[in-house]
């Protein structure tokens, strides 16, 4: 059994369907392309740290062209998320993974600044605790690391709320489990995030690693 698999969820870079909250400022076809810049950002810096496997999930499925482009670029397995909601498709993935791993750290695309230290870290709590949670700065979370696997984690949340840390850490101490937490880092979702991301890319590169 492998010690680690890290899952990377993505959606297929469909001009209309991805970004939606930044149409309105960049257009459809320019926040697509944000949303592929961000995803190579996240293939390659799980891809650099030797931490663990890479198994990128896809929505709706694993066809759309940019993800073949995606596993010819990068050591990763192609995966179809299955499930209803955000919940479902995290815990069947988790689930399937932990079949073959003793332990999984799930990640998004959104996060500009997650780098090797986090998944280093992560990586190290998992050697003692239950599970790792990266805390987002708009009340989400942008990385779950799990040594087990529980519905209770992912059922009845209300996904893109303020409230989805709040309840898995509720979750986590209802299950008795402990739990490190990483930096609070932030996410590319929303127009007031774009000014942030254009500050973080003119950031001199040897200092970008410590910007939360």
Not at 38 to 64: I, R, S
Request: charged residues 20%; contains cysteine.
């Amino acid at each position: 059994m492998d010690a680690i698999h890290i899952l990377v969820f993505a959606k297929a870079p469909v001009a209309g369907e991805v970004k939606t909250r930044l149409i309105p400022t960049l257009g459809a076809e320019a926040a697509a392309r944000l949303h592929c810049e961000l995803m190579l950002h996240t293939l390659h810096t799980v891809c650099t740290t030797n931490t663990g496997n890479v198994e990128l999930w896809c929505a709706p499925d694993t066809q759309h062209p940019w993800f073949a482009a995606c596993k010819a670029r990068f050591p990763v397995t192609l995966n179809t998320q299955q499930g209803v909601d955000l919940g479902e498709r995290m815990l069947h993935a988790a689930t399937t993974a932990l079949h073959r791993a003793k332990a999984v750290i799930l990640v998004g695309t959104d996060c500009p600044t997650l780098c090797a230290e986090d998944l280093h870290a992560a990586q190290a709590a998992l050697l003692t605790a239950d599970a790792v949670l990266g805390p987002a700065a708009d009340g989400g979370y942008w990385l779950l690391g799990l040594r087990h696997h529980d519905a209770a984690l992912f059922r009845d949340i209300e996904w893109g709320s303020e409230q989805v840390l709040a309840a898995t850490r509720q979750r986590l101490h209802t299950l008795g489990w402990t739990w490190r937490e990483l930096a609070t880092r932030w996410d590319v979702d929303r127009p007031e995030d774009l000014e942030r991301l254009q500050n973080h890319r003119r950031t001199p590169q040897s200092s970008q690693k410590t910007q939360r």
